[in-house]
């Protein structure tokens, strides 16, 4: 199947079989052991750090550097971040597991902010799935939505880049990468915005 025929919701789909067989495979032959429950809770969490990043850079990367992949990026921009939204609730689901399993290594590893955080984040996740279709967004308006949408992708962006740099301190060297992606993410946001607000005022 070629990659730019994965479109709306036949990426969605593609996309969260791939996580789940990539992930339920090893936890089934490891019998859903701690060990293998923490690994898969580190795959989702990259897993969806790509969907996101593909989701909050779509419009952006396309301003900056039109070609097929940006064209398609935008053009599945909410389908990308459905796919996000679903990794995120997999990668909540073995935390869900993991705590059940081995509670003190559950209270270890988490903190009650991170769980505040990790809450409000999963909130605005919902509430923007939620509103990622035309009749929701319609009920709470198209100003109401464009607040909830920035505000959700941001507060998810520094959510990510905290989080990375916990792991990252803690001598794992690959979300340093991470982090640096989530950086070079917010800078092409940034650059687009003003390319934008400078092309408006010229129109104006």
């Given at each position: 199947m070629p990659f730019f025929s994965l479109n709306g919701w036949r990426l969605f789909l593609v996309s969260g079989l791939i996580i789940l067989a990539a992930t339920f495979g090893?936890?089934?032959?490891?019998?859903?052991?701690?060990?293998?429950?923490?690994?898969?809770?580190?795959?989702?969490?990259?897993?969806?750090a790509i969907l996101f990043l593909l989701a909050f850079t779509a419009s952006a990367l396309f301003r900056l550097m039109p070609n097929r992949?940006?064209?398609?990026?935008?053009?599945?921009?909410?389908?990308?971040?459905l796919s996000f939204a679903f990794s995120h609730f997999?990668?909540?689901?073995?935390?869900?597991?993991?705590?059940?399993?081995?509670?003190?290594?559950?209270?270890?590893a988490v903190t009650p902010d991170m769980v505040v955080v990790g809450?409000?984040?999963?909130?605005?996740?919902?509430?923007?799935?939620?509103?990622?279709?035309?009749?929701?967004?319609?009920?709470?308006?198209?100003?109401?939505?464009?607040w909830?949408?920035?505000?959700?992708v941001h507060w998810l962006w520094l959510q990510f880049v905290v989080a990375f740099g916990v792991r990252a301190k803690a001598g794992g060297p690959l979300y340093w990468s991470f982090i640096a992606v989530f950086m070079l993410?917010?800078?092409?946001?940034?650059?687009a915005w003003r390319l934008r607000v400078?092309?408006?005022r010229r129109m104006a």
């Open positions: 090893p936890l089934w032959q490891d019998a859903f052991s701690s060990q293998s429950l923490r690994w898969a809770i580190r795959f989702t969490a990259r897993s969806s992949f940006t064209r398609w990026q935008r053009a599945n921009r909410r389908f990308l971040g997999v990668h909540a689901s073995f935390i869900i597991a993991f705590a059940a399993q081995g509670p003190e290594q559950y209270a270890y809450s409000i984040g999963y909130a605005l996740i919902i509430l923007m799935a939620a509103t990622s279709f035309k009749a929701t967004a319609a009920l709470i308006g198209a100003k109401a939505w464009a909830l949408h920035s505000i959700g993410a917010l800078a092409a946001r940034l650059v400078v092309a408006e």
